[in-house]
T-cell receptor, first 113, second 111 residues
């Protein structure tokens, strides 16, 4: 079945440092989505990428979708304490898995002031 | 607008007792519905997903079960809870190629 691996599992940074989390799928994806879960909360949608090689930005966040549509990354520039939380990628299946959303295990980001 | 309701928010249950968590969706039809469990500080473990009424796919064999009696209702159940069933349970829905919406979650403690 479709598997989505996400690394690293944990990341501790000093405020102002950059942060990147990576997502890899065992199969070609129809789309990739990114979510953020604040401590104690539920995951909240950030963005969706659909096209091969697509890059989208949201202020200090940059999202990329690989050319083969099997990997993605989220990069945060100059982290702030408000960036603390768990970041999940979620891959939309293709072919026989079309319509199914598979989440990565998430990266827990800690930002030290 | 689309909303998802999940209750209760917190639950403390003794070992061996039954469980029923309910999730309902408003403002959309024929959504894909999901039950996830999240251990403290960990990722999302997919338990069940459903693409339609009466259609349930189980991702992880365990003593939990799920049912979808109506298009916008998804229920997670157990006949006898184990200590290892403790965790944060999240219901979610999405339509194909759109974002997923999560309920507020149920924090279950089995004692």
């Amino acid at each position: 079945g479709q598997q989505v691996m996400q690394i690293p599992q944990y990341q501790h940074v000093q405020e102002g440092e950059d942060f990147t989390t990576y997502c890899n799928s065992s199969t070609t994806l129809s789309n990739i989505q990114w979510y953020k879960q604040r401590p104690g909360g539920h995951p909240v949608f950030l963005i969706q990428l659909v096209k091969s090689g697509e890059v989208k930005k949201q202020k200090r966040l940059t999202f990329q979708f690989g050319e083969a549509k099997k990997n993605s990354s989220l990069h945060i520039t100059a982290t702030q304490t408000t960036d603390v939380g768990t970041y999940f990628c979620a891959g939309g299946g293709s072919g026989t898995s079309y319509g199914k959303l598979t989440f990565g295990q998430g990266t827990i980001l800690t930002v030290h002031p | 607008s689309q909303t998802i309701h999940q209750w209760p928010a917190t639950l403390v249950q003794p070992v061996g007792s039954p469980l029923s968590l309910e999730c309902t969706v408003e403002g959309t039809s024929n959504p894909n519905l999901y039950w996830y469990r999240q251990a403290a500080g960990r990722g999302l473990q997919l338990l069940f997903y459903s693409v339609g009424i009466g259609q349930i796919s189980s991702e992880v064999p365990q003593n939990l079960s799920a049912s979808r009696p109506q298009d916008r209702q998804f229920i997670l159940s157990s006949k006898k809870l184990l200590l290892s069933d403790s965790g944060f349970y999240l219901c979610a829905y999405h339509r194909v190629r759109t974002e997923a919406f999560f309920g507020q979650g149920t924090r279950l403690t089995v004692v």
